[in-house]
């Protein structure tokens, strides 16, 4: 590991990645598959934790089966009540269960920087044998760390609203921040809040229906663009949240391009962890009224050997 | 609710129940479907999240799919890796989950106090239509509290080790409770090690085929006696959450009696959490190693309408 | 039951049905959950048997998740490969097996009549709790009888072929059936060639996904007319199975009417049991090979209690 | 393929394996992965067609989910029903469905001859890949054909009953083969009935949780010895199918020895089909009643990709 969060390098310091944008591999040592998630050190946890000055509790992810149908053809889950003895014991069982289609963590496994080759140079073997990068890595060291939400909500209304496909910009999460009151430390978790998932429970069936097909999937998020790669890496972030679909504005580019796909560039290349479909609405209710965006974050995702996602597990505490 | 956790009556002052034990119905008023959980306040919280001093984190839930095969005629988890785009994307879903395999939070709708009655009156079909006790109750608060770990295991090992029907007593509790230096607060969780779960990942696969079995399963656990109804309720934890099968000693009796049974009295009368096959390894370890045995405990429940168990999705910060 | 299948009343000579079209209730009695399958006696599949001439097998199901994504939200089965021990004993199981993904008989428990009310009075109760019309009535008498191919595809392709919403009529049937050389006798399955499912394998997986989309699904099928109500009715087959989506021509008419859904009058009124997605492509080769298009077609759907439909595990024997 | 059915060789001719017993690998080419099942042919079929002369139809399949709990640590299906449109359109779905846990054809990929060596020299990478020994590739074919039932009940009776771990012999079935009146010709299925699955179904809940365990697992069932593999060979069947677990007499002997395991045998070495749990006793009243036992046999394995076992979906006509 490099001497300290504080030395992390620039993103103009990071060598390029063929094809574009640039590449954090490297950094954490040859076999790293934790990536920025090395960042939450002891007392970076200790200190995230003095954040919890009221004892506020906000459970981060949304109810399972929230998102019906869910986007991008992934399941909703089946569940089964098991009445073991009738009238006195209930247990349950799940099936069809995808953590990729409610509130999520997005491993370094789930999408690769290049061909046959995901964050840090593991191969997709190592990934389907669950020897590198896979959720399983982090969920043995836990997340608890700060959170800093950023509210762009406003300016996603401004641009045509959550149901359409708006760009958020570098500027813009730069101006919530700052409304905000708080500067990035290494090792922080952000929080993005578009207002999608809001916007999404007031949609009809029928519109519902109609945006969770890939084709016609419209939501707001991250712009793809290097200012965009920038911005995140410089921030020192070990993840990046959000409530809308898929963190980055859908659809993108038909050209993808060296930024066209953040989802390469975070995860693939930085080993930065994404997060989707997390409820902020009340988080951020919370943050207006007292003033304050930064929180004690905590995560706890499923311990699966060689799993790709899990639902966060996540609780903000203020 | 009553004006104060300070002001819980003791259990020789709750009510009896007919056929034995006591009962806290409506405590909480008579609508409560969240039990004892209502004592963790933000205030609770707060001070809770002081004990975090070194930043020290110890995931609690054991990775799923290590109680191989589960107990009682559970199911393994089957895991399906679904490669999006060969070499570029992966996702995954589950199939075959029960809650109740692996580490777990018990709600208050998993046993039943008398039939067809579960915690503070829920009939069965509010527990089958989701309306009371289900886990989503919690889910939707979030659970972040001061655990207290109580290492039980050299007693269990003095009188037959973990593989053993070996009862741990009030006194056990009592005297672990002393050498951790701690007292009970309103509103703590108890954490109890017996050392089952370290000694099971020990044992052969012929040795686990024979023990998940019902009728030849023996494991350590909480005596189920009167003092111990007691001692738990006297404490009064929001939860009590063991490294062993069933939390309290296995086989249980053959006549019931009205202290056969502490599930149907911390769950069904109490309206506390029970945990499960929770990993407390590592936290004992350290806590022995630093003479602390009070932790910042964070669990997030799946937030699944009218679900009976979940993993805790726990961790342990100190 | 009535005096014989020689007896069955002509549609013109069945009630009417309140809101429209025709009803054979009470037919079978009072109790029947069977419906038209009771006209396959004995004699009827002995004397099918005897279409077996040449000893050439069909098989009619097809390859379970070829059609891919399914149509109507139903799912994708997925298949475990269980090595029990490494390189010596493979076994298997399947999650997320939806019957009306792939080729499959409905149930009378599948459409109901009207609101609450399926096949010959069942409740919704009924059906819930598996005593009347689901599948299992079915399975425990087996199916065994003669069939007919009716081969429309010609005149599908003359209306714009089987990616369009062709309505075939029942002149277009009686064609076929002319053509073929064949008269109904009660007891039959018709079996409807539209060109469908041999379409379909030829398109694009973005197509597929398109049409997959209940509001741009368009396939060919039965015409939603009296005349087509009245000639099924008068063939007396005890089933209709089609290689198209839905039997009946794909989108349906805005405005319903009483003969807007044949779903409707096939299995609510006249119990009457409807194949979708079945592979009749090689017996249609085979048949105007030879110019025989009687067969002995032999199916066994699953045995579960309570089930609404099955694959039809269906061979037509020539 | 060889000139016929009628040069097929005899166990004597067939050459050794190594370790004991005799190999038929090669007798239809090196590719081969179907077995003796190219013993049905078009011929075959037709001449076993003629055997339906009264018209009476037998499933073979029991209820799904009535061997409960099911042998050898396999699932019991979960049946979701789906009520598409409350109260008038139902769909299902179906969860942890286990064709080894009901009445099963078990494909030439079930068990190997050797280790990592299938049926006729197929890997077990050819396997995982299904391009060899699967049952779809029975499904594309189908079976139809004779089947013989032999009834060996009342020899099971005699020397303990089907609750025993009762040997039964080649000459047992040859005995009922002489009773039945009939003779072996190349292509046939044979079918032992040994009580078994009858008796199963008297049993208490109690007992039948004991038997599903593999230690305490006690059936009737085919003796594991030369001269029974002998027998079934010279018959030149295509399948065994049996009411029993696991169509060999169980438990198996400490010491396997070369005749140890019929699985391998039949199996591994043969190519033969084994089924289990099939459900013969309204066939054979019927036998007994009109003393023929010779029926036409009709099977439509599932056609999925790379499947090992698949309900046999069968029916006995006579």
């Not at 076999?31 to 050190?41: E, R």
Request: net charge negative.
């Amino acid at each position: 590991m490099n001497d300290g969060p504080g030395r992390l390098p620039q993103f103009r310091d990071l060598p390029h990645e063929e094809g574009g944008a640039r590449s954090a591999w490297g950094l954490f040592g040859p076999d790293d598959g934790i990536g920025l998630m090395n960042l939450i050190t002891p007392e970076k946890t200790r200190d995230a934790a003095r954040l919890v000055r009221r004892g506020a509790m906000f459970p981060l992810d949304v109810q399972l089966g929230f998102v019906d149908p869910p986007f991008f053809d992934r399941g909703l889950p089946r569940h089964t009540l098991i009445e073991r003895r009738p009238g006195r014991t209930f247990d349950d069982a799940y099936d069809n269960l995808f953590p990729q289609a409610s509130s999520q963590w997005d491993s370094l496994a789930h999408v690769a920087a290049r061909p046959e080759q995901f964050y840090n140079g593991a191969t997709r073997a190592q990934i389907r044998a669950g020897e590198r990068n896979t959720i399983d890595h982090w969920a043995r060291r836990g997340i608890a760390t700060r959170g800093i939400l950023l509210d762009v909500s406003e300016r996603v209304s401004e641009r045509g609203g959550p149901g359409e496909s708006v760009a958020v910009t570098a500027a813009d999460l730069d101006e919530a921040r700052d409304r905000a009151g708080v500067e990035f430390e290494p090792g922080d978790v952000m929080l993005v809040r578009t207002g999608f998932l809001s916007w999404y429970g007031d949609q009809s069936r029928e519109s519902r229906v109609r945006m969770s097909r890939r084709e016609s999937t419209a939501a707001p998020g991250l712009e793809r663009s290097e200012s965009m790669a920038e911005y995140l890496w410089n921030a020192h972030v070990v993840g990046v949240a959000s409530d809308t679909v898929g963190l980055e504005v859908w659809p993108g580019e038909e050209d993808p391009g060296p930024f066209g796909s953040l989802h390469r560039i975070l995860i693939g290349l930085y080993g930065l962890a994404i997060g989707e479909l997390w409820q902020l609405d009340e988080l951020a209710r919370d943050c207006r009224a007292d003033g304050r965006y930064d929180v004690f974050l905590t995560s706890a995702p499923w311990n699966f050997p060689g799993a790709i996602g899990s639902p966060p597990n996540a609780l903000a505490l203020k």
